[in-house]
């Protein structure tokens, strides 16, 4: 069945420094791919997205580009704030469906000033 | 415009006992979604309504799970009885009408601690 596989956290970084989290997928089809974020305390927000192969997502410095040929969308940031320590998700969306999002386990990223 | 509220934050409950969560989702959005997220997990759905109804409720446990969602408004999820297993933050999220599911708005989420 459909998948995605996230690298396991928690991710430490420096303030500044270059931020890559991998994410790699299992579908059939042509998925949609989404990274979400969950601030402390706060509710699960769409980070970006993209919805066909070569596309890249942007939002808050954060990019991912929708690779086909290897499976992946990797959320990068090229220098990253104490304010960005969140858990992140990655998830698909079926191509047949507007809503069904198949999730991965989340990634925690922790910035140290 | 207020986000999806959800109510209490915290419940703690010994095993075998009822409880109720409640959703209040953004002002106009017609499809209210209930999930369930383990630790260290992504969100799994439960149920979806499109305005009272549910529209798939195929994940839901129904021996011991229910959901209502009277008016097509707020939605109240139940487990009776609680079991160990139903540890986990249950999410409320909500979409406006015709949205696809990146336009769904989450909810801070129940964290559920069963003794």
């Known amino acids: 069945g459909d998948s995605v596989t996230q690298m396991e956290g928690p991710v430490t970084l420096s303030e500044e420094a270059f931020l890559t989290i991998n994410c790699t997928y299992t579908?059939?089809?042509?998925?949609?791919l989404f990274w979400y974020v969950q601030y402390p305390g706060e509710g699960l927000q769409l980070l970006l997205k993209?919805?066909?192969a070569d596309d890249k997502g942007s939002n808050k410095g954060f990019e991912a580009t929708y690779r086909k040929e290897t499976t992946s969308f990797h959320l990068e940031k090229g220098s990253v704030q104490v304010s960005d320590s969140a858990v992140y998700f990655c998830?698909?969306?079926?191509?047949?469906?507007?809503?069904?999002?198949?999730w991965g386990a989340g990634t925690k990223l922790i910035i140290k000033p | 415009e207020a986000g999806v509220v959800q109510s209490p934050r915290y419940k703690i409950i010994e095993k075998k006992q009822p409880v109720a969560f409640w959703c209040n989702p953004i002002?106009?959005?017609?499809?209210l979604y209930w999930y369930r997220q383990n630790l260290g997990q992504g969100p799994e759905l439960l149920i979806r309504?499109?305005?009272?109804?549910?529209?798939?409720d195929s994940q839901l446990p129904k021996d011991r799970f229910s959901a209502e969602r009277l008016k097509g408004v707020d939605s109240t999820l139940k487990i009776q009885p609680a079991e160990l297993g139903d540890s986990a933050v249950y999410l409320c999220?909500?979409?406006?009408?015709?949205?696809?599911?990146?336009?769904?708005?989450f909810g801070p989420g129940t964290r559920l601690t069963v003794l």
């Open positions: 999220a909500s979409s406006p009408p015709s949205g696809s599911t990146d336009t769904q708005y």
């Open positions: 002002s106009g959005h017609n499809t």
């Open positions: 309504y499109e305005n009272e109804e549910a529209v798939d």
């Open positions: 579908a059939t089809g042509y998925p949609s």
């Open positions: 993209a919805t066909k």
């Open positions: 998830a698909l969306r079926k191509g047949d469906s507007n809503y069904q999002l198949i």
